[in-house]
């Protein structure tokens, strides 16, 4: 064995419960204290069987008069228990010596579960069980979460010696606890509040506690979101100490030069956000603004006229898409508005993406590395280490929930080099729209702009929800649109977990449709396609040649063709709303009247479940982007709607943003009081409740 390295000792090796442990993330003291209970038992009174009712889940204690094991119907332990006041049979199907030792006739025990009464009159299945003897606990009994590896009994006795340790001295001064008083409805510590949860008593409300609504589950709810509220002016404050290049329009310059070649006018809100994204970049600091719009709301042109203003200002500026469908029509529109513009300056649009060539990425990072390349559109390749840039000034990225924390860190980080400015300023786009208390709290360090109105001429989409069965009526409304000279969209789903299965249905969905539309050029799109011919099939369609596009969900965002009147969606109980509401907006972009088919097939003789049928009912009742946002969280919750594996963002535990909004409130008002005049708390505070999960915030 190697001698250990000289001055260093061995890190003790972690027993089997502490690797468990820390895979529950229950590291410190603060973190077991913090560790709630699932549900209690209530331990605390002792139920006769004359008084118990059918279904009651009830403790009672008695002797045990006869313990056997029989076969039939299948192999068990019955145990007859009786109380003085009835007999309870307890049936256990899994069971050890140690049962029939405690469980032996004569022995008197404890038992607890659910009491059901019968013809053969008491049963119990599966109850717990000790021996009888000592006091009644005279609190309920703590069941927490937990994995295979850790029983109750001992998490309960890791969780109350954390709770002992665990500093949950006030970090509250006294000038914010009367208002956190006043919407806690009552006068509760810390310590007391997570004393209380652990170990309530035994005539407390379990509803109050289930619900979450008793003041202790307040007391903890508004320190966890002062936390997070404090973290995110936190990252705002360490922002705004850092520096970036003032870009200013130029009188006559390329901004005002591209509002003169637009072949559209502006929105009065691209206008609004337009400008308030011109205020951002003349300061000093950089910018890091959320652009949201409804899908087709026209961010795209408000982005390029960021863009001009950096680039007139003798900077360059990136733009990065999730995908090389999005990045290409990005790339499409921008050379067609702002090339013949950049051209007399001696400036380029340059493209980057993974599937190009070596010789064309080789000159695109040549472009780049001089400053030639004025503006940069790409995928996740513009963030490589190859790239260099010469001086980036604005970084743009689309769809940003679809990019990783580490990937906007990295681009924000491509300033370029020998350039001292510090940061570019950051604009991202989304086209899921941000229900309030969502951008209070998780997007609290962000300024958040909104378009919140559709060009002129987009017609409405009317949304029909119908059954498989009714395949062939949708396949005749297709020959409907087609003998119209219209083109149709068909979106298989595509599951990670079986993409062989998903594909062959696209490809069975595909010779179906050329099957029963002879004469029309059916196309198939899916993800596994080569780029070359991934790029074919898009143009056919895009040029009108191709009638009909059956495609994964690869066309979710950013193709434009507004020749395409209808969406067929198969299979729509299979996705997201946030989705469903973003494949529906590629049709209805030009001025004929537009349709989106939710196809669903209902499990075998049964019904859909709750939160697909809410999904679906849902896109029928509305095309607003702002209420089918509001309803994905109210169905998903915040950890989904964020994506938290890609966000990073620290998810609430505790607090619920659809039930909380008071506490939420004080929070958002408390958080700057606290860092500008107890700034020593306020650290200890985001220490004790996100550890180092504060860093994400910086993305």
Known sequence: MPAQAEGKAAAPALSAPQKALHRLGLVRDIDLALHLPLRYEDETRIVTLRGARDGQ????????????????????????????TDTCTLRFFTFYPAHQKTLAVGQRVRVRGELRGGFLGWTMVHPAFHAAGGELPDALTPVYPTSAQLPQAYLRKVV??????????????????????AVVRGTWTLRDALQFLHHPGADVSLDALEDRSHPAWQRLKAEELLAQQLSQFTARQERAALSAPALRAKP?????????????ALTTAQRRVGEEIARDLMRQIPMHRLLQG??????????????????????????????????EQHFAKLIGWLEPLLAPLGKRVAWLTGSQKKKQRGEMLALIASGEAALVVGTHAVIQDQVVFKNLALAIIDEQHRFGVAQRLALRSKMGSGVKEGEPHLLMMTATPIPRTLAMSYYADLDVSTIDELPPGRTPIVTKVVADSRR?????RIRGQLAQGRQVYWVCPLIEESEALDLSNATATHAELSESLPGVLVGLLHSRMPV??????????????????????????????????????????RFGLSQLHQLRGRVGRGAAASACVLMYTPPDGGRLGETARERLKAMAETN????????????????????????????????????????LEWARAAAPVMLAEYPQQAEKHIARWLGGRAEFLKA
Do not use: Y
């Open 532 to 573: 070359a011919e991934k790029k074919a099939v898009m143009s056919l369609f895009t040029g009108g040649q191709m009638g009909v596009l059956v495609s994964t969900t690869v066309i979710e965002v950013g193709v434009d063709v507004p020749n395409a009147s209808l969406m067929v969606i198969e299979h729509a109980e």
């Open 252 to 264: 006559g310059g390329l901004h005002e030069q591209l509002l003169g070649v637009l072949p559209f």
């Open 472 to 476: 062939d009526e949708v396949i005749e």
């Open 57 to 84: 889940l009830a403790q009672i204690e008695g002797t045990v008069t006869s313990c056997e094991i029989t076969q039939r119907p299948r192999r068990q332990l019955l145990v007859t228990l009786d109380d003085g």
């Open 294 to 327: 409804d899908v087709g709301s026209g961010k795209t042109v408000v982005a390029a006229l960021a863009a001009a203003i950096a680039i007139d200002a003798g900077w360059q500026c990136a733009l990065m898409a999730p995908t090389e469908i999005l990045a």
């Open 160 to 181: 109350a010696s954390g709770l002992r340790r665990a500093d949950l001295g006030e970090n509250l001064p006294p000038a914010l606890l009367g208002g956190l008083n």
């Open 624 to 663: 607003d982007g702002f209420e089918i946002a509001r309803r994905d969280l109210e169905i998903r919750g915040p950890g989904e709607f964020l994506g938290a594996r890609q966000s990073g963002a620290p998810l609430l535990r505790f607090a619920d943003l659809a039930t909380d909004g008071h506490l």
